[in-house]
């Protein structure tokens, strides 16, 4: 029953930033993971960065280290993900999901069950 919408998608120059916000609805107690996931034309979908809820702990895809960085708002169940440092090999559809989760770490995406529909990020060179 939760459902996940995506905003803040668009168009960018390298190096440029964008900011993207995943906003959780209905009831989302059983959730305690929330993350993005992203898939470009002809690829498969790669995970790019996650965060518990109970520990504010982050997860992060060595591709996006450094340049990516997550974050909550436990109070309205919202996630953002602030994307620095664009690089062209970042276009792609970016997805919100969610799940519950024994353990940590970033989850692969079979194990997520609530998916938003995702929003364009296009990084022009």
């Known amino acids: 029953q939760v459902q996940l919408v995506e905003s803040g998608g668009g168009s960018v120059q390298t190096g440029g930033s964008l900011n993207l916000s995943c906003a959780a609805s209905a009831d989302s107690n059983y959730i305690n993971c929330m993350g993005w996931f992203r898939q470009a034309p002809g690829k498969e979908r790669e995970a790019v960065a996650s965060i518990y809820k109970i520990t504010g702990r982050s997860y992060y895809a060595d591709s996006v280290k450094g340049r990516f960085t997550i974050s909550q708002d436990r109070a309205s169940n919202t996630i953002l993900l602030q994307m620095n440092l664009l690089e062209p090999e970042d276009t792609a559809m970016y997805y919100c999901?969610?799940?519950?989760?024994?353990?940590?770490?970033?989850?692969?995406?079979?194990?997520?069950?609530?998916w938003g529909q995702g929003t364009q990020v296009t990084v022009s060179s």
């Open positions: 999901a969610a799940g519950w989760f024994l353990g940590t770490g970033l989850k692969d995406q079979s194990e997520y069950t609530a």
